[in-house]
């Protein structure tokens, strides 16, 4: 079983270029979520999903855009890179429904902005 | 603001050895306290959970403690091991199946020969 699944695992950008960043999972979750990890700070949530078509912002969404066309996929987007925004990005997946606090995480994507 | 710090920062400790890291909340009420474990290069994996109402909750050589008077969490890891090498995250959840959880910046432990 996959899991949670994240792609790229590694991308240098140059400042103001674009990317995106894909998350899928193959365990029928209805929550996704995006955080990122900086050095000396805790997980911080960028954006989440409650279901299928839905997105919210969470605690840093800033410079950010996501989109869950399908259950399974989830995608960040950064649409003018900054160097702020260098970090390790994770996606999660928890069932949904009786969620009690259990996130099934990627193995993250590394983010260098030049 | 909700914060869950941890102490300490980082740790080095010689393989069998014992060890027990701190977890202080503030977030109030709170639905379940969860410790993971992020090996480097890797994302987050649970450990453990406990509800509010819970005092110790073990899972092989982890033991998680909660005491929701003081708002403090401990994770006691016995006879450590070389694979024990890794961050340790508490997390709290708010009450309901709330989304927004509360992460700690977690404790890095080194366990060496």
């Known amino acids: 079983n996959a899991g949670v699944t994240q792609t790229p695992k590694f991308r240098v950008l140059k400042t103001g270029q674009s990317m995106t960043l894909l998350c899928a999972q193959d365990?029928?979750?209805?929550?996704m979520y995006w955080y990122r990890q900086d050095p000396g700070m805790g997980l911080r949530l960028i954006h989440y999903?409650?279901?299928?078509?839905?997105?919210a912002k969470g605690e840093v969404p800033d410079g950010y855009n996501v989109s869950r066309l399908k259950k399974q996929n989830f995608l960040l987007g950064l649409e003018s890179a900054a160097p702020s925004q260098t970090s390790v990005y994770f996606c999660?997946?928890?069932?949904?429904?009786?969620?009690?606090?259990?996130?099934?995480f990627g193995e993250g994507s590394r983010l260098t902005v030049l | 603001k909700n914060q869950v710090e941890q102490s300490p920062q980082s740790l080095i400790i010689l393989e069998g050895k014992n060890c027990t890291l701190q977890?202080?909340?503030?977030?109030?009420?709170?639905?379940?306290l969860r410790w993971y474990k992020q090996d480097t290069g890797r994302g987050p994996v649970s450990l453990t959970i406990?509800?509010?109402?819970?005092n110790t909750k073990s899972n092989g050589r982890y033991t998680a403690t909660l005491d929701a008077d003081t708002k403090q969490s401990s994770l006691h890891i016995t006879a450590s091991q070389l694979s024990d090498s890794a961050s340790y995250i508490c997390?709290?959840?708010?009450?309901?199946?709330?989304?927004?959880?509360?992460f700690g910046t977690g404790t890095q432990l080194k366990v060496e020969l």
């Open positions: 365990m029928n979750h209805e929550y």
């Open positions: 999660a997946s928890a069932p949904g429904q009786g969620f009690a606090g259990e996130l099934f």
């Open positions: 406990m509800t509010f109402s819970e």
């Open positions: 999903s409650v279901g299928e078509g839905t997105t």
């Open positions: 977890c202080n909340y503030t977030v109030s009420p709170f639905s379940n």
């Open positions: 997390v709290v959840s708010p009450p309901r199946g709330g989304n927004k959880l509360t």
